[in-house]
């Protein structure tokens, strides 16, 4: 499957140099070396990410299973079932049980930003740019989300007017930037409006693309994107066939500047992405509604809250793990099924099998 990552022309190029000095961005943020040999060490980064990352395993459709009250209680917690199985996870409870964790994602964040003052940023490739501005912007999101945790539901948090993505969260190179800056005024303007980079933007929340296992780098961050493309569309947080018509995550909505003819251009780069089976209901479907959303945190557990206190049971055999037995009947059930589709992910799903899967249509 081809990269379609679309990198500016040198006529290109100058077009953003003058878009750059417009939104008082320095202008080499928009330049970049081809030919250049410096690479960005994530080492720290990645030790987080794979340490509290839970993969959400090969992507399906498969919904969970409603949560029934206890005996003594009519409460249960509130979730979509179709989409809570889907996204990887992170393991934002460990983070508000243990500060220092909080204080190592800041203080990479805090190195990160200073990066492009000690390595001018168009000294170094399209794609290690690319994947720098990725890690920062997520950090940020991961940072911000630990000083509120356990808050579950993250819409107005993410999207309020001041919220996540439009506050001054960053200064780079004495630049105040918010998300939205670096998504719109960095990221959109230099690759050229490619929705692919769309795919990195983890926002914290069930509906958005998903957390990877590991930082991006400039030699990794477009199979990456791939796969987090793949997985989202064809995870029932991204789409879904409904009868006549195709449902799509309100997340396209919020991103429509990226599809300029929303219908023609989203079907043509869903279509790209969706699996055979699936591809038939995208064509056929009369109207396309931006109506799938879940703004859970995509935390592990710590947010399932537990009522009532008559049901207990003895699982401490479970899997031979006494562990398991710390946790009430519908939790454990989550977290085993978790923990399978994460077995199942590990060395099953590559983005060489993607290819080959794509080139066949």
């Not at 917690?77 to 409870?93: D, I, V």
């Amino acid at each position: 499957m081809k990269i379609h990552l679309l990198l500016a022309s040198l006529a290109m190029l100058c077009s953003l140099t003058s878009q750059a000095t417009e939104q008082n961005l320095p202008k080499h943020w928009f330049g970049d070396d081809p030919k250049s040999k410096i690479v960005i060490d994530y080492a720290d980064w990645d030790f987080v990410l794979r340490s509290s990352v839970m993969l959400s395993g090969p992507v399906n459709r498969e919904k969970a299973k409603a949560e029934v009250p206890h005996t003594g209680t009519r409460l249960t917690n509130k979730y979509k079932t179709r989409t809570l199985l889907a996204g990887n996870k992170f393991h934002y409870e460990q983070f508000r049980k243990l500060p220092e964790l909080n204080d190592n994602v800041s203080a990479i964040r805090q190195s990160l930003q200073q990066l492009p003052s000690e390595v001018a940023l168009n000294t170094l490739t399209a794609t290690e740019q690319l994947a720098y501005w990725l890690n920062l912007y997520n950090l940020v999101v991961i940072d911000e989300i630990n000083k509120i945790y356990p808050k579950k539901y993250l819409e107005e948090f993410v999207t309020a007017e001041g919220g996540l993505l439009q506050r001054k969260l960053l200064k780079i190179e004495g630049v105040e930037l918010s998300l939205n800056d670096i998504q719109h005024k960095v990221l959109k303007v230099k690759f050229d409006h490619d929705p692919l980079v769309l795919y990195g933007l983890y926002q914290g929340y069930i509906g958005s693309p998903s957390i990877r296992k590991f930082a991006y780098t400039g030699e990794n961050v477009m199979r990456a994107l791939q796969a987090n493309a793949f997985d989202f569309i064809n995870s029932n947080r991204g789409t879904y066939p409904a009868g006549d018509n195709f449902l799509v995550s309100s997340f396209y909505q919020r991103n429509a500047d990226y599809f300029p003819n929303f219908q023609q251009d989203l079907r043509a780069h869903l279509n790209h992405y969706l699996k055979p089976a699936e591809k038939d209901a995208l064509q056929d479907a009369d109207t396309m509604y931006a109506l799938i959303d879940d703004w859970i945190v995509t935390d592990i557990y710590g947010t399932r809250q537990e009522f009532g206190g008559g049901s207990s049971v003895n699982i401490s055999n479970i899997n031979g793990d006494p562990y398991l037995s710390r946790f009430p009947p519908e939790l454990l059930k989550y977290l085993v099924k978790l923990q399978q589709r994460n077995d199942e992910a590990l060395g099953t799903v590559t983005v060489k099998d993607l290819e080959a899967q794509q080139s066949e249509n």
